[in-house]
């Protein structure tokens, strides 16, 4: 079994930057793919980012590229989201997650298995 725990969530102005945290109790082989999600008020849930654990491999959605950072720390069973540049647009529900497979640039949630509660992201105008 594996349990997912965020951290990191809270309130910025536009432009400011945060760091989201995903602890990993359990365990999480090589194969395995991690990743962001997040869900804003009346709206659908939607991939940020995945890497695959074993190399580290990274797909983002287009509206975080070149503003957000997924990296994983294997020796510490930590999965972090650095957001940078934040925008109003950014506001939502932020989930960490994992999937017993390899991650795609579909970012689609539908293979991931295991779920966080959440960490809230608020980013004011």
């Known amino acids: 079994q594996v349990q997912l725990v965020e951290s990191g969530g809270g309130s910025v102005q536009a432009g400011g930057s945060l760091r989201l945290s995903c602890s990993v109790f359990?365990?999480?082989?090589?194969?395995?793919?991690m990743g962001w999600f997040r869900q804003a008020p009346g709206k659908e849930r939607e991939g940020v980012a995945v890497?695959?654990?074993?190399?580290?491999?990274?797909y983002y959605d287009d509206s975080v590229k070149g503003r957000f950072t997924i990296a994983r720390d294997n020796a510490k069973n930590t999965l972090y989201l650095h957001m940078n540049s934040l925008k109003p647009e950014d506001t939502a529900m932020y989930y960490c997650?994992?999937?017993?497979?390899?991650?795609?640039?579909?970012?689609?949630?539908?293979?991931?298995?295991?779920w966080g509660q959440g960490t809230q992201v608020t980013v004011s105008s």
């Open positions: 890497v695959v654990i074993e190399d580290g491999t990274t």
């Open positions: 359990g365990y999480i082989y090589l194969n395995y793919c």
């Open positions: 997650a994992a999937a017993p497979s390899g991650c795609d640039s579909s970012l689609e949630d539908r293979r991931f298995r295991y």
